[in-house]
């Protein structure tokens, strides 16, 4: 493999890389599949990120809810048969107003039907182990001629001008490359080093989330409680087993996941059993801190920011990840287009069309939770009316529920030509 053989030169000599036509700094799921996909598309590709080549990702105990748009776009990678029997169908969205309302419960429910109306059609989306999606991501890249990984290698640093960017590496190595992809995470340092700034805000929440075994079956539906102090969520995995998401006052989240099983457990069933079912844990708990941050632009000289590196969203949808891959899928496209009409694909012009295309519907959606979050995370007289009526109107107008169901799982109109 050549990728292999340049990875064992850069072990041993630390040779300096040949230029590239895209640097991609940041091999988490966003900048790997960018990696695969842009050097499928032809172009030459250096991937770089600072996680030793020992990591076998076994330690992300998350699971993506990857929706269809998305999907499609890591089954153009090629890592649909790494993942197989891994992953579960997301068969429906169910949420429900957990408030007090004198005339009950308001909930909306949505399905695959509010897509295509084929009951036998694609799911709204794929539930996909983190570690799992990491591991089989990380396969591929050896499988993919024009890719070369510098594992262990970080970016430190990098000047840019007409011709291209010089890219520092912390073990003095300097990679030269045509555009410069940022996928290095929230605290992006490439961000940093062009001196874009970051505007948000900490929710002073954080989520509490583990798998489970529920006793009821869930039948690949996802569903969420809205309740006064937050959201609780159970994603469906394998089986009768589920991932949980329960959004809490920053401090508790982290102080339940400390608590021993059985505690955790009581806490559990004794506010949820009768939303989810009694549940047993089946794995370790974990607790993350919520933030909203996005960067003042998606691009700066000859580079592109994707990912969490562009923003990072309240995960209350899942749908943190999925801009990410709306990100890949709009850089491949522009980059391609731009070849083919002879333009440089790191030019201005170019990563004016990625961002134009790109920071709106980000930002939207970043918005978009936020409101949503603010909307149900309370038991205000007022909100509750209009949140209710909401959730009515979503359950019952058909064309406003088909659209909202397009709107979540990225199958809609304008989509990068890798979802479509
Ligand atoms: C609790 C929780 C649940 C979530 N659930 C969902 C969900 O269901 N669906 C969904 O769509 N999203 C979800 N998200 C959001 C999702 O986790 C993120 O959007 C996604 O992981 C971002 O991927 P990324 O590749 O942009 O960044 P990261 O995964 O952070 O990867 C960044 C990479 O950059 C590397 N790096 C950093 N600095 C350097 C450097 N200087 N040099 C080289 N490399 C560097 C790191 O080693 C890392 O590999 C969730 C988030 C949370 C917190």
């Known amino acids: 493999m050549q990728h292999r053989y340049l990875f064992q030169m850069s072990q041993t000599r630390l040779a300096p890389p040949g230029p590239c036509e895209?640097?991609?700094?940041?091999?988490?799921?966003?900048?790997?599949?960018?990696?695969?996909?842009?050097?499928?598309?032809?172009?030459?590709?250096?991937?770089?990120?600072?996680?030793?080549?020992?990591?076998?990702?076994?330690?992300?105990?998350?699971?993506?809810?990857?929706?269809?748009?998305?999907?499609?776009?890591?089954?153009?990678?090629?890592?649909?048969?790494?993942?197989?029997?891994?992953?579960?169908?997301?068969?429906?969205?169910?949420?429900?107003?957990?408030?007090?309302?004198?005339?009950g419960a308001p909930h909306a429910a949505f399905s695959a039907e509010d897509l295509d109306r084929d009951p036998n059609g694609e799911p709204l989306g794929q539930m996909v182990p983190?570690?799992?999606l990491q591991a089989a991501l990380d396969r591929q890249t050896a499988e993919v001629p024009g890719l070369t990984w510098l594992r262990g290698a970080r970016f430190s640093g990098m000047t840019t001008g007409p011709a291209g960017a010089e890219i520092s590496l912390e073990d003095g190595r300097m990679v030269r490359a045509g555009l410069v992809a940022a996928c290095d995470g929230i605290h992006s340092a490439v961000r940093n080093s062009?001196?874009?700034?970051t505007e948000g805000r900490s929710y002073g929440k954080s989520v509490f989330a583990a798998d489970v075994t529920l006793s009821r079956?869930?039948?690949?539906?996802?569903?969420?409680?809205?309740?006064?102090?937050?959201?609780?969520?159970?994603?469906?995995?394998?089986?009768?087993?589920?991932?949980?998401?329960?959004?809490?006052?920053?401090?508790?989240?982290?102080?339940?996941?400390?608590?021993?099983?059985?505690?955790?457990?009581?806490?559990?069933?004794?506010?949820?059993?009768?939303?989810?079912?009694?549940?047993?844990?089946?794995?370790?708990?974990?607790?993350y801190p919520l933030v909203m941050q996005i960067a003042e632009k998606m691009v700066g000289p000859r580079t592109a920011l994707l990912g969490d590196a562009?923003?990072?969203?309240?995960?209350?949808a899942g749908q943190g990840l999925n801009l990410g891959f709306k990100d890949v899928g709009a850089l491949v496209d522009v980059m391609t287009s731009a070849r083919e009409t002879g333009l440089d694909p790191g030019s201005d012009t170019v990563l004016a069309q990625y961002q134009d295309w790109r920071r709106f519907d980000a930002a939207a959606t970043a918005m978009g939770m936020d409101l949503i979050d603010r909307a149900f995370s309370n038991d205000n007289g007022l909100l509750k009316g209009l949140r209710g009526l909401a959730l009515t109107a979503a359950n019952r107008i058909a064309p406003l529920r088909r659209a909202l169901a397009r709107q979540a799982s990225a199958d809609q109109a304008h989509l990068p030509s890798l979802m479509r």
């Open 22 to 103: 895209l640097a991609v700094i940041g091999a988490g799921p966003v900048g790997t599949s960018l990696a695969i996909l842009a050097a499928q598309a032809g172009f030459t590709v250096t991937l770089i990120d600072g996680r030793p080549s020992t990591d076998e990702n076994s330690t992300d105990t998350r699971t993506f809810a990857v929706v269809r748009g998305s999907w499609r776009l890591l089954m153009a990678t090629g890592i649909g048969p790494e993942l197989a029997g891994q992953t579960t169908p997301l068969n429906g969205l169910d949420a429900e107003d957990g408030g007090t309302h004198w005339f």
């Open 130 to 132: 983190a570690g799992a």
């Open 194 to 197: 062009l001196g874009l700034r």
């Open 217 to 287: 079956p869930h039948h690949g539906i996802a569903r969420q409680l809205f309740t006064p102090e937050g959201p609780f969520a159970t994603l469906p995995l394998p089986g009768d087993r589920a991932n949980l998401a329960w959004y809490m006052k920053a401090g508790a989240a982290e102080t339940l996941a400390k608590l021993p099983k059985n505690q955790i457990e009581a806490e559990l069933n004794a506010r949820f059993a009768d939303f989810a079912g009694e549940m047993r844990m089946d794995g370790p708990p974990l607790s």
């Open 310 to 316: 562009a923003r990072r969203i309240n995960p209350l």
